[in-house]
């Protein structure tokens, strides 16, 4: 028993040295990525995902469009070398569809989708590293992304997993513990407080799922304060970019020139 | 490969800007200068070898540019039984992601993945480049180098950055040490007394079973020894290629073009080269993209140039290279030293 890894110890620490509720470090990147309309880079502990957006715009297929609201396309991609064993999967495998069609179904209700008809908004996740939380790391820097390409949305959406290990719920579970544990992901709208994701896979005791339930919901909020921060810093940076373009007329110069050469 | 549809009026425009004299191009650079490349190593902690690499990314906005991920990963393979081959072998894969390409369906950017990886793969396996410690044990294991490359966004001339960043990511790769070991009977013992038995045994002489002493010749297995750090480099480190595209409009060619800058020039021609330290240059891909002709006599003074663009591109990243692994290895032992 004693080679192997303690999910909580008696200190009340876990495997890699959080407590019971703490979530790992966060870091955002939402600057631009080729011909994007929006994109974030989130970092999540070790796990990384890279979302972008396109649209929305003219879907490719005019067959799938829709006469009254816009379409949401989710295309996620696992590069082979984000886990520990090499692995390459196809496009069509039957994970990564579930997990496109999860973020989608996420997605529908909050992006308004009833102000782009016959559009198409595109979200191609890339999947960049991997150690646990998959699902809420997607979500959230889905959100952002989202955000950034200046899609309407009711609301954030935050996403967090949760599991339990024996009694004691922890929250954020790395990919050691999420193998060990029953474990969920919910995804939750900070302001009114609905929920738009729950996910579970692993079989969870009735009497512990409200309490996770509970805790997440609080995490959600947590994280909220952090996504709101990042797109501040992103929006007053734009701002800043704007207003010194403004001090500084393009055209200044460039007029002098040409009244010089109205004197000939 | 697949270039941003431009109008003809935009195509004309940037043609004859380029044939202008002197020449024009959009960013302000000359025809034979490359954007500002980044290259950044050890970037995927999961794999044995990694590199990121961008090209023409703009220093004000922190965006844009082609983007490429690159890493390298080793597996065991069985040569007898599995599908590996006596002293390993390479397998490269690349990956373009769907918003590197948003116009192409899906269908097309299969189309795409599959002609990239052809020409990286069929440049990088080539057995003139292939590394000599991939092997394990001789007829018995082997390691399988998959080279993974992501494209992740295309400003143009994903071909030599694909090449730079494969560069980079073998050039980064540790192989890790291994150690034969066999099991072997009690000297002098019965012929069915097997290895178990001899080792359980304390008297059973002086010499234990688990001998890793002079065994490459029959051993059965191996072992990854302990040690402190990833494992050795991987062998052939200067001979990797590198890649020019040399972007052909009838009088003149540029290099490095930008996505809209490739959908004007009707040819491409890329070359490949070597440059392996005291072992004269190689060339080792060619290839004429698009419909046009050249002259011979033309090819011939292109290859030349070509291979003086390589070798600058070459020693550039070279330079490069070395100070990552400064500031990775030397700086990171130092810090670890002081603490």
Redesign the interface.
């Given at each position: 028993m004693s080679s192997r890894v303690e999910i909580l110890n008696d200190g009340g620490y876990r495997s890699d040295g959080r407590r019971q509720y703490e979530l790992r470090d966060i870091s955002i990147d939402t600057s631009q990525q080729g011909s994007a309309d929006g994109c974030c880079t989130l970092r999540h502990g070790l796990t990384e995902v890279l979302v972008t957006i396109f649209g929305p715009r003219e879907a490719k297929m005019r067959s799938q469009t829709l006469h009254d609201r816009a379409v949401i396309n989710v295309e996620v991609n696992v590069l082979p070398f984000s886990t520990g064993e090499r692995r390459r999967r196809a496009r069509a495998d039957r994970r990564i569809l579930e997990l496109a069609a999860t973020i989608k179904s996420t997605f529908e209700p909050v992006v308004q989708t009833a102000l782009y008809p016959r559009s198409q908004v595109d979200i191609y996740v890339q999947v960049l590293q991997q150690d646990g939380g998959l699902l809420h790391a997607c979500v959230n820097a889905t959100t952002l992304a989202l955000i950034c390409a200046g899609i309407p949305m009711t609301d954030f959406v935050c996403a967090v997993s949760g599991g339990v290990h024996s009694t004691e719920p922890l929250l954020d579970l790395t990919m050691l513990e999420e193998n060990d544990l029953p474990h969920m992901t919910v995804a939750v709208m900070p302001r009114t407080g609905k929920v738009t994701l729950v996910a579970l896979e692993t079989r969870l005791h009735v009497d512990r799922f409200a309490e996770i339930f509970k805790l997440a919901g609080e995490a959600g909020q947590a994280l909220h304060k952090e996504m709101k921060r990042a797109v501040r810093n992103r929006t007053s940076r734009l701002v800043d970019a704007m207003e010194t373009s403004m001090k500084q007329p393009v055209g200044g110069e460039r007029d002098v020139v040409m009244e010089d050469r109205m004197d000939f | 490969m697949a270039t941003a549809s431009i109008s003809k009026a935009e195509r004309t425009y940037i043609q004859s800007s380029l044939q202008a004299n002197p020449p024009l191009r959009a960013d302000g650079r000359s025809l034979l200068d490359y954007r500002t490349v980044f290259l950044e190593t050890g970037v995927?902690?999961?794999?044995n070898g990694?590199a990121r690499l961008n090209m023409g990314k703009s220093p004000q906005?922190?965006?844009?540019g082609t983007?490429i991920?690159a890493?390298t990963?080793l597996?065991v393979e069985d040569v007898e039984t599995g599908g590996g081959v006596d002293g390993g072998r390479l397998v490269c894969?690349v990956?373009c992601?769907?918003?590197?390409y948003?116009q192409l369906?899906?269908n097309a950017l299969d189309e795409l993945q599959y002609d990239l990886t052809t020409v990286l793969h069929q440049t990088l396996a080539h057995p003139a480049l292939h590394p000599c410690n991939l092997g394990i044990l001789p007829r018995k294991k082997a390691w399988l180098l998959?080279v993974?490359l992501?494209v992740?966004?295309?400003?143009g001339n994903a071909l030599d950055a694909l090449f730079m960043a494969a560069r980079a990511a073998l050039w980064d790769t540790k192989v890790p040490r291994t150690r034969p070991i066999q099991y072997q009977g009690r000297r002098g013992g019965g012929a069915n007394e097997d290895a178990m038995e001899a080792e359980g045994d304390p008297a059973a002489g002086a010499r234990s079973a688990f001998d890793t002493r002079d065994m490459k010749r029959d051993a059965a297995d191996f072992e990854l020894p302990d040690y402190w750090d990833e494992g050795e480099v991987l062998d052939g480190r200067d001979r990797w290629p590198v890649c020019v595209t040399l972007n052909l409009l009838p009088p003149t060619h540029f290099l490095d073009a930008t996505s809209s800058e490739e959908g004007s020039a009707p040819v491409k021609l890329l070359l490949t080269f070597s440059f392996p330290s005291n072992q004269p240059t190689s060339l080792q891909a060619m290839r004429m993209i698009g419909s046009g002709e050249l002259l011979l006599a033309q090819m011939k003074s292109l290859l030349a140039d070509g291979e003086k663009y390589a070798r600058d591109l070459f020693q550039a990243l070279e330079a490069k290279l070395r100070d990552e692994d400064v500031r990775r290895n030397v700086k990171a032992r130092g810090k670890f030293a002081m603490r």
């Open positions: - | 995927a902690p999961l794999a990694s906005e922190g965006g844009g983007e991920l890493a990963k597996e894969t990956t992601s769907p918003s590197a948003p369906s899906s998959s993974d992501v992740l966004a295309d400003a």
